[in-house]
């Protein structure tokens, strides 16, 4: 599985980001849950948002209902929506699937400026 991300980039603090990963590769594992980590300098990865195949969300406690996670499993696409974002929203932002195990993209940078 290979997931490739989008939606990057520099943005203003209050400003908003779309993140969009997609899964390609085998057809024949399914994907049970995808999602987005993120890691500033410094710090552990940690979790932003998971999406669930039964349409369950998860989502870090820093996100104070300013992100949302939205996918369509047919297509094996997941977005984040990002608002109000901060400068501590500041990271390298990783689109994670599980299936038989767990995938990571390569990571896309968002910064957020003061």
């Known amino acids: 599985v290979q997931l490739q991300a989008s939606g990057g980039g520099l943005v203003q603090a209050g400003g908003s980001l779309r993140l969009s990963c997609t899964a390609s590769?085998?057809?024949?594992?399914?994907?049970?849950?995808m999602g987005w980590y993120r890691q500033s300098p410094g710090k552990q990865r940690e979790l932003v948002a998971t999406l669930n195949r039964s349409g369950s969300t998860t989502y870090g406690n820093f996100v104070k209902g300013r992100f949302t996670v939205a996918g369509d499993y047919a297509k094996n696409t997941v977005h984040l929506q990002m608002n109000s974002l901060e400068t501590e929203d500041t990271a390298v932002y990783y689109c994670?699937?599980?299936?038989?195990?767990?995938?990571w993209g390569k990571g896309t940078e968002v910064t957020v400026s003061s």
């Open positions: 994670h699937s599980l299936s038989d195990r767990h995938y």
């Open positions: 590769g085998s057809i024949l594992i399914r994907i049970d849950r």
